[in-house]
């Protein structure tokens, strides 16, 4: 398969993406807060003629490119949203909100998309369909913006949807393709272990909760180590455990926070009954009481194989096989698996770390950003991938 178009990201566009992005950057927003973010990019979005621009909610925006045939409907997608995280980086374009920051790669994610629609809108003559942009609010915080513009009929008639995240731990240069499981489905579970509190020098007369809260956290690994087929991909964290006031006392009460993550439908279903299987076991056993809660979250992402070969098959012929990585599967969510449930899909990653540069932070860290050369390949991944696909004789 042969590119079929030559149209390239411009230099003074890839200079304007990375302007962009700094704007982004530098002026975050929470998740359904995003209403300067979003008029920002709609009034952009007019700026470039071709497109009809709408705002399918509150804030979020939708461009949509009309080709002078008709053919498939192309969406890519684009999320906005920031992290309530205080950032710690000294570049000029430093969050202006206190404990607001893009820490997750979201103000790149928009600034390419933005670049797309503006490159693509200047060839509207090569469209044979539709190229649907939508640009997503809230999707760091669930119930997500995914499933509000769903609601709002954005994918409506949509054949096809791609979308990528830039990614530190993916050296700026590759393009990282994962077939089938991407990403997993982010459930939240909450426990509450309840007792006797009392000084911590006669533990005799108490049930002692951080106690019973410790064996919890232990047994709840042996769903994983020991009831858990050992070809499955299954997470069980706890990541808050709170309780107590002083040395000398025994609290009354311990609360726990965790996650789950999985890719198997069956598997999480059932998990909650297993967990509240172990927290019932253990406190009766001590003589507590226990409160579970179990919340599901994302779905996880599912790549669909025909339409990842297609992306596979861009990124090498843009940036040959050294360009491109296959990688494994990650354990993080993402509600891009709301629009999966629409259409047939891919979300891919674009390389943003560089340790010469010194771009080692983790996602959602005080430190973390991008290596903005990355942003260059996600642009011109989409504006092939579209141009390609809105041809009529390429079957996706």
Not at 65 to 71: P, R
Not at 141 to 169: C, K, N, R, Y
Request: net charge negative; charged share 25%; hydrophobic share 40%.
């Amino acid at each position: 398969m042969s590119l079929t178009s030559n149209v390239k990201v411009r230099e003074s566009l890839k200079d304007q993406v990375i302007d962009w992005r700094r704007h982004f950057h530098q002026h975050p927003e929470l998740s359904f807060q995003e209403e300067k973010t979003s008029l920002y990019i709609y009034e952009t979005l007019l700026s470039f003629g071709n497109l009809e621009v709408s705002r399918p909610t509150k804030t979020s925006v939708m461009a949509r490119l009309i080709g002078n045939k008709k053919g498939k409907v192309l969406a890519i997608r684009a999320d906005m949203d920031a992290l309530p995280i205080e950032e710690e980086n000294d570049f000029e374009f430093v969050s202006v909100n206190p404990g607001v920051m893009h820490a997750c790669g979201h103000d790149g994610h928009t600034a390419m998309l933005l670049g797309a629609a503006k490159l693509l809108s200047e060839h509207k003559g090569d469209i044979s369909g539709e190229v649907r942009f939508l640009f997503q609010h809230a999707e760091e915080l669930f119930p997500g913006g995914a499933e509000q513009m769903i609601e709002a009929g954005v994918m409506d008639g949509v054949d096809v949807i791609i979308g990528t995240h830039l990614w530190s731990p993916l050296e700026v240069g590759k393009i990282g393709i994962i077939y089938g499981p991407m990403m997993a489905s982010p459930d939240t579970f909450y426990i509450t272990i309840k007792g006797k509190g009392g000084h911590a020098g006669l533990p005799h007369d108490s049930t002692d909760n951080i106690a019973i809260a410790a064996q919890v956290i232990t047994n709840l690994q042996h769903i994983v180590s020991r009831n858990t087929d050992a070809t499955e991909q299954l997470v069980v964290s706890v990541s808050q455990i709170n309780g107590g006031s002083a040395h000398n006392i025994l609290p009354e009460e311990v609360k726990m926070v965790g996650t789950v993550r999985s890719f198997n439908q069956n598997l999480r279903e059932t998990i909650q009954d297993r967990m509240e299987g172990i927290v019932k076991g253990i406190t009766l056993a001590h003589g507590a009481d226990y409160r579970f809660e179990y919340e599901y979250g994302y779905r996880p992402v599912i790549n669909e194989e025909k339409v990842t070969r297609f992306l596979h098959e861009t990124a090498e012929e843009l940036y040959g096989k050294e360009g491109v990585e296959l990688m494994k599967p990650s354990m993080v969510g993402e509600d891009f698996s709301a629009f999966l449930q629409k259409a047939d899909g891919c979300f891919f990653f674009t390389g943003a770390g560089n340790k010469d540069k010194n771009i080692i932070y983790p996602h959602h860290h005080a430190k973390f950003t991008i290596d903005e050369d990355g942003l260059e390949m996600g642009v011109q991944m989409f504006v092939t991938a579209a141009l390609k696909m809105l041809k009529s004789e390429v079957k996706v």
